[in-house]
C-alpha cells in the first residue's frame, strides 16, 4: 500500500540515488541518510559502500524539496504530470549549510554542476588527496588531480574498480605518476564515491565528498544523483582509516621491511616526538603514525633527510612509524612515554 514513483524514461543508470528522509517537518527529528550504498542484499552485506547519516532539519528540507520535484506533489500521492527527472529537473535547493558547527555543501546532479564542485574541492587540497571510487572517467577531475599532484609535498593516491571500462582514468593517472590501486577482481565490489582532502591537517579545512554521484559523465548529465562535501577535520580522519584499510587489505605486493638500514629513530622511547633520520627516501614519501588498532593517527610527509615527527598529543603507548612510497613501505616500532 506504499505508492511508488518510477522514473521510467530509461535513460543512464536513472534513480541513482540512495538517500532517506525521515521527519523533516520537526526540528530535533530530522534526519537525512545517504552515500553509495544500494539498498540490495549485496551493497548491504558484502561491498564496500558508505553510508553518512545527518541530524539537521535545514539539509532534510532541501533533500525533500529534490524528492518533491521527482516525486510530483508535496502530499502522499505522486503526480505525474509535474514529476520531473534527470535533466528535466531544475535547480532548485540550497547548496550551503552549517550542522554541527561544520559547513556542508549539497550538489543534486543533473542540475547543479556536481562535477565542478567536485573539481573545486580537489583544488583546494593542500597536503593530502585519497579517493575511492566505483567509476571515473571525468577527465576534468582527473586533471585536477593531476594539477594537485605537481607540488612535491602532495602525494594523491587513489584505488579505483573499474579500471578498464570505456573512458577509464587509470591508465591516465598512472602515465602522470599518481599513486592508483586497481580493486578489479578483488573480492567483492568497490562501490564507494568518496574523495577525503587534507585530513592530516586541521586548519587546512579538511573535508570529505562522498554520495551517490559516480566520477562518471553519465552521473553529470543523465542520472538523478546526490553529492555532499563535508568540511570537518574529524568525519576526513574517519574516512581515512577506512581508506587505509583499503589499501592494506590490497597492498600484498607492497615491500615491507624493518628499516634498521634506513632511517634511524631518536629518541626511542619518547614523551614528545622522534627525530627521523633516513637514507635512501625521496622528499615527499609519506610517513604515518599508526596506533595498535592500526589507525593512522598522524601523516606527514619527508621534507629532507631528517623530519621530527611530533607525537606529544598521543597517548602514551606502542606506535608504528611508516614509511610509503610507491612499493616500498618500512615500519620501524616506537614508544610514547
Given at each position: 500500500?506504499?505508492?511508488v514513483?518510477?522514473?521510467?524514461?530509461g535513460q543512464g543508470?536513472?534513480?541513482?540515488n540512495?538517500?532517506?528522509?525521515a521527519?523533516?517537518d520537526?526540528?530535533d527529528q530530522?534526519?537525512?541518510?545517504?552515500?553509495s550504498?544500494?539498498?540490495?542484499d549485496?551493497?548491504l552485506?558484502d561491498?564496500y559502500?558508505?553510508l553518512i547519516?545527518?541530524?539537521?532539519?535545514?539539509?532534510?528540507r532541501?533533500f525533500?524539496l529534490e524528492?518533491?520535484?521527482?516525486w510530483?506533489?508535496?502530499?502522499p500521492?505522486?503526480?505525474?504530470e509535474v514529476?520531473?527527472?534527470?535533466?528535466?529537473?531544475?535547480?532548485?535547493?540550497p547548496?550551503?549549510?552549517?550542522?554541527?558547527?561544520?559547513?556542508v555543501e549539497?550538489h543534486f546532479?543533473?542540475?547543479?554542476?556536481t562535477?565542478n564542485a567536485?573539481?573545486?574541492?580537489?583544488?583546494t587540497?593542500?597536503?593530502?588527496?585519497?579517493?575511492?571510487?566505483l567509476?571515473?572517467t571525468?577527465?576534468?577531475?582527473?586533471?585536477?588531480?593531476?594539477?594537485v599532484?605537481?607540488?612535491i609535498f602532495?602525494n594523491?593516491q587513489g584505488?579505483?574498480?573499474?579500471?578498464n571500462?570505456a573512458?577509464?582514468e587509470y591508465?591516465?593517472?598512472?602515465?602522470?605518476?599518481i599513486?592508483?590501486?586497481s580493486?578489479?577482481?578483488?573480492?567483492?565490489?568497490l562501490?564507494h564515491?568518496?574523495?577525503i582532502i587534507?585530513e592530516?591537517?586541521?586548519?587546512s579545512?579538511?573535508?570529505?565528498?562522498?554520495g551517490?554521484?559516480?566520477?562518471s559523465s553519465?552521473?553529470?548529465?543523465i542520472?538523478?544523483?546526490?553529492t555532499?562535501i563535508?568540511?570537518d577535520?574529524?568525519?576526513?580522519?574517519?574516512?581515512?582509516?577506512?581508506?587505509?584499510a583499503?589499501?592494506?587489505?590490497?597492498?600484498t605486493s607492497?615491500?615491507?621491511?624493518s628499516m634498521?638500514?634506513?632511517?634511524?629513530?631518536?629518541?626511542n622511547p619518547s614523551?614528545?616526538g622522534?627525530?627521523?633520520?633516513?637514507?635512501g627516501?625521496?622528499i615527499?614519501?609519506?610517513?604515518?603514525?599508526i596506533?595498535?588498532?592500526g589507525?593512522v593517527?598522524k601523516?606527514l610527509?619527508?621534507?629532507?633527510?631528517?623530519?621530527?615527527?611530533?607525537?606529544?598529543?598521543?597517548?602514551a603507548?606502542?606506535?608504528k612509524?611508516v614509511?610509503l612510497?610507491g612499493?616500498r613501505?618500512g615500519?620501524?616500532?616506537?614508544?610514547k612515554?
Amino acid at each position: 500500500g506504499i505508492p511508488v514513483q518510477y522514473r521510467t524514461d530509461g535513460q543512464g543508470s536513472g534513480m541513482h540515488n540512495k538517500f532517506v528522509i525521515a521527519d523533516a517537518d520537526y526540528e530535533d527529528q530530522a534526519v537525512v541518510l545517504t552515500g553509495s550504498t544500494n539498498f540490495t542484499d549485496n551493497n548491504l552485506t558484502d561491498d564496500y559502500n558508505n553510508l553518512i547519516i545527518f541530524q539537521d532539519q535545514s539539509l532534510a528540507r532541501a533533500f525533500t524539496l529534490e524528492f518533491n520535484e521527482m516525486w510530483g506533489s508535496d502530499g502522499p500521492e505522486p503526480n505525474d504530470e509535474v514529476s520531473k527527472f534527470g535533466s528535466d529537473k531544475t535547480k532548485n535547493t540550497p547548496t550551503q549549510f552549517i550542522i554541527g558547527g561544520s559547513p556542508v555543501e549539497l550538489h543534486f546532479s543533473p542540475t547543479d554542476g556536481t562535477t565542478n564542485a567536485i573539481r573545486e574541492a580537489i583544488l583546494t587540497t593542500d597536503y593530502d588527496l585519497e579517493f575511492s571510487l566505483l567509476a571515473f572517467t571525468r577527465d576534468e577531475l582527473a586533471d585536477a588531480i593531476i594539477e594537485v599532484g605537481e607540488s612535491i609535498f602532495i602525494n594523491p593516491q587513489g584505488v579505483m574498480e573499474q579500471i578498464n571500462n570505456a573512458g577509464s582514468e587509470y591508465d591516465v593517472l598512472i602515465a602522470a605518476g599518481i599513486d592508483v590501486y586497481s580493486h578489479q577482481g578483488f573480492g567483492t565490489q568497490l562501490h564507494h564515491k568518496y574523495c577525503i582532502i587534507d585530513e592530516s591537517e586541521p586548519l587546512s579545512d579538511p573535508l570529505v565528498i562522498t554520495g551517490s554521484h559516480n566520477w562518471s559523465s553519465t552521473a553529470e548529465n543523465i542520472n538523478d544523483e546526490n553529492t555532499v562535501i563535508v568540511h570537518d577535520a574529524r568525519i576526513a580522519n574517519l574516512y581515512y582509516q577506512e581508506y587505509v584499510a583499503t589499501i592494506e587489505e590490497l597492498d600484498t605486493s607492497i615491500d615491507e621491511v624493518s628499516m634498521s638500514n634506513q632511517a634511524v629513530v631518536f629518541p626511542n622511547p619518547s614523551t614528545s616526538g622522534f627525530n627521523l633520520k633516513t637514507s635512501g627516501w625521496e622528499i615527499g614519501t609519506v610517513v604515518q603514525v599508526i596506533n595498535t588498532q592500526g589507525q593512522v593517527v598522524k601523516k606527514l610527509y619527508l621534507t629532507g633527510q631528517n623530519i621530527f615527527v611530533p607525537v606529544h598529543e598521543l597517548h602514551a603507548g606502542m606506535y608504528k612509524i611508516v614509511l610509503l612510497n610507491g612499493d616500498r613501505k618500512g615500519v620501524v616500532t616506537v614508544i610514547k612515554q
